[in-house]
């Protein structure tokens, strides 16, 4: 399978635990994108990398969150200090680098913080 | 600021008749647009897309319309199947975005029966 991968696939923690998720994008994809979604809503965007390089940051992705993708291929993100407000769907997504290229996305990590 | 929206929660169709699942957005410099199909545990799954110099584009037994005048998308599905029960989102590109980043509405839920 050649898509977008993400581990764990889910994943319980008990409120102030760090964790942090990991995504495998398709290979010749050097774009990189995270989102997060919660049940019956569509996916916010979160945070998105060119390579290495990460440019856009949303206002929903406060200090105790942190992403890396440190060369150029797969990806990490890292909560710290968890609430249960983080609960929710995280996904990955990879494109092309040419404009207006649709995002490929992977099955998610469900984080429930309890 | 942007939002992407659907009218309609809920869809039921018959198996075999056709869906029209419609979707309205705010930006107008929107350049371009995705439909996704999500069935539950996974993540959204690419449909068909279509960039705003088209009125039209079909793919295998799908077709998406778009109306730049009123701001309005519709993704039409012919010979509607069980496999089509899903939840489907459509989202878009603002115009001035160069990250690629795509904003999604809330969904429908495509309900199929038998």
């Known amino acids: 399978d050649t898509g977008v991968s993400q581990d764990p696939r889910h994943k319980i923690t008990k409120r102030g635990q760090n964790v942090t998720f990991r995504c495998d994008p398709i290979?010749?994809?050097?774009?990189l994108y995270w989102y997060r979604q919660t049940l019956g809503q569509g996916p916010e965007f979160l945070t998105y990398?060119?390579?290495?390089?990460?440019?856009?940051k949303s206002r929903l992705l406060s200090d105790r969150f942190s992403a890396e993708r440190p060369k150029g291929s797969f990806s990490t993100l890292e909560i710290q200090r968890t609430e249960q407000g983080d609960s929710a769907m995280y996904l990955c997504?990879?494109?092309?680098?040419?404009?207006?290229?649709?995002?490929?996305f992977g099955n998610g990590t469900r984080l429930t913080v309890t | 600021g942007e939002s992407v929206g659907l009218h309609l929660p809920t869809l039921s169709v018959q198996e075999g008749d056709n869906s029209i699942i419609n979707c309205a957005y705010s930006?107008?410099?929107?350049?371009?647009f995705i439909w996704y199909k999500q069935e539950s545990g996974k993540g959204p799954q690419f449909i068909i897309d279509?960039?705003?110099?088209?009125d039209k584009r079909q793919g295998q037994r799908v077709t998406v319309l778009l109306n730049k005048t009123v701001k309005h998308l519709s993704l039409q599905i012919a010979a509607t199947q069980p496999g089509d029960s899903a939840v489907y989102f459509c989202?878009?590109?603002?115009?001035?975005?160069?990250?690629?980043?795509?904003?999604f509405g809330q969904g429908t839920t495509l309900q199929v029966k038998p």
């Open positions: 997504a990879s494109s092309h680098g040419q404009l207006n290229s649709p995002l490929h």
């Open positions: 290979s010749e994809h050097n774009r």
């Open positions: 990398f060119q390579n290495e390089a990460q440019l856009e």
């Open positions: 930006n107008s410099a929107s350049d371009y």
């Open positions: 279509i960039r705003s110099n088209m």
């Open positions: 989202a878009e590109k603002g115009g001035s975005s160069n990250t690629g980043k795509l904003i």
